[in-house]
């Protein structure tokens, strides 16, 4: 069954690379997918004016003069840059005039306008950045990837709680599996923050089935993986670096003659296909968990593709009240562990 | 300018998933391709002895009665084992029998038997296992890749001067550059280890050019990546995983339909070389870095061409005098850094 209740979502014109254009073709699209969706929409009014009148009432302009840059210092910009585009999207969050809010821009200012603007919701030690990776299998949730360079153990324990709501309100996933990323299978393997962030989630977690290595991660064999935002950073950009290269190596194997070259031209939908499969773009932004409002970060490479994945990403986690069910999920936890 | 000084390599025959008879196969070949190398064969006798005893001069058995499995505790085991393959070839090279010693077993015996029965070398904090992992350029090393979960700044200088050794002598890389892995470029991105660690190696470390991202690690920018052997792990079993993975994609993409089954019959020749040149088996082996002696541990999977590769790489340490250089570069490490 298809949810198409109305949703609204702030979104920021100005935020990515290629931002205003691709931005708005991909809320174009998302507004033909999803009829239950509208967006407020921030940027700099002659982007955000002429777009809103031509899509009726589902689209409100909200004109800011202000943009953070990506050189600009995050929380900085932030507490400087008021009547930015960022700033302006979760201050629409904060007071209830938009569900969910999505920017391509500065990973880091929509964090701290997130955290400074709207809050972290009661009992989260730390917002932390998830994303969704391909795998042989379904995707995998993976977080930390970079919102706390250095961790507690008892931060990882609080990722768990919250990549777990974002896997079955999200992605529907019923009994979600959890692993810890590791360098050994045995409980006792690992630094010092995985061995003891091991022990509090084994006493804590539902659904937790032990370490992970790397080597396995992209087999699918769990729903989501914990682990601190520094090791889930470079992960992150190491897979999408190294697929990248693969595919180009790939490539390269298959028109070194003119007789591969023909026979590769054969391929190439389906090795498209293939691409798109591993595409960031599909699956569409990641999600700040742990701040009191659904916040979605976009790639700043985003295309209208991801755009729209990342919408109807919102509109789903708005729709399931993902921060009702994280809020659950970390007081539970929180009943549920040492005082 | 192939060197042929005559090296004796002391080799376990009963390390691995596939010992002894992927390793002698290994021994084998080597042999054959270079006519320098002689091996003194640690193992069970009646292993060794036929083997030994087939090869004339170039082959010496050294018979021993114990084995160190894969799941007994390193240290444990080196000590209670003393007359295993891993302890007895690291005692060759300790007693300068043996210019080097290579083992497919066991990572963790053989790096505490090295430590144990050959020791540090004089001002190496702690030893670290560095690994070549193919990109789109040159091979980069990356360490330390799993030796040590955690580490200090000095650590992390300390690597960094064993890897520029390393590329020196064995990769034959002129004016080595080494970077450190990291979740963004400039210097006060990251963990506090990294931040501290960059500062440290842009004052005491040649060649640094600063911090890489996960994103560009698989061009082959630069010749040395230094991390903390907790990333190191997880980022090497990661590439592996991710290759074997997203090959299998191509494959299946490549033989959805019949058509694209012929199409791709085709290119197999291609696509194989392209496997081979991601195979971990072609960059043979993982130095242990900063003991007193060149030992080369190989992954447990290494077949005959791995185990080929690795000896050949043992070879060019010792007569490179890997470990002098790296005493060397230590040395002059620890009197360019503070005291």
Request: proline content about 4%; some cysteine; hydrophobic content about 45%.
């Amino acid at each position: 069954v298809t949810d198409s209740r109305p949703v609204s979502i702030a979104v920021d014109a100005m935020g990515g690379d290629f931002a205003p254009s691709e931005v708005l073709a991909g809320v174009e699209r998302a507004l033909s997918a999803d009829k239950g969706i509208s967006v407020l929409l921030t940027g700099a009014a002659d982007v955000v004016g002429p777009f809103a009148a031509a899509h009726g009432t589902r689209v409100e302009a909200v004109p800011t003069t202000e943009v953070i840059e990506m050189a600009d210092h995050p929380a900085t910009a932030v507490r400087s840059k008021k009547d930015s585009s960022i700033v302006v999207g979760t201050q629409l969050v904060r007071d209830g005039r938009a569900q969910a809010f999505f920017s391509a821009g500065s990973t880091g200012a929509a964090m701290a306008a997130a955290t400074l603007v709207i809050g972290r919701i009661r009992g989260v030690q730390r917002p932390a950045i998830a994303t969704a990776l391909p795998t042989m299998g379904d995707s995998v949730v993976l977080l930390d990837v970079g919102a706390n360079a250095d961790c507690r153990p008892e931060h990882l324990v609080q990722f768990a709680h919250m990549g777990l709501a974002y896997a079955s309100t999200v992605l529907g996933r019923v009994n979600p599996k959890i692993a810890l990323l590791n360098i050994g299978e045995e409980p006792t393997k690992g630094s010092q923050l995985a061995i003891d962030a091991h022990a509090l989630m084994a006493e804590q977690v539902p659904g937790f089935v032990g370490n992970i290595e790397g080597r396995v991660l992209m087999d699918g064999v769990v729903d989501v993986v914990v682990t601190d935002g520094f090791t889930g950073n470079v992960a992150l950009k190491l897979l999408e670096g190294s697929s990248r290269a693969l595919l180009a190596q790939v490539r390269t194997a298959m028109t070194s003659s003119l007789w591969h070259k023909l026979l590769a031209a054969g391929l190439k939908p389906s090795l498209s296909r293939l691409k798109r499969r591993l595409d960031p773009d599909t699956y569409g932004g990641a999600p700040l968990l742990g701040v009191d409002g659904v916040c979605i970060i976009g790639h700043g490479s985003s295309r209208a593709l991801a755009v729209e994945s990342a919408l109807k990403v919102s509109a789903q986690a708005a729709r399931g009240d993902l921060t009702g069910q994280i809020r659950d999920a970390v007081t539970r936890g929180r009943s549920a562990g040492p005082q």
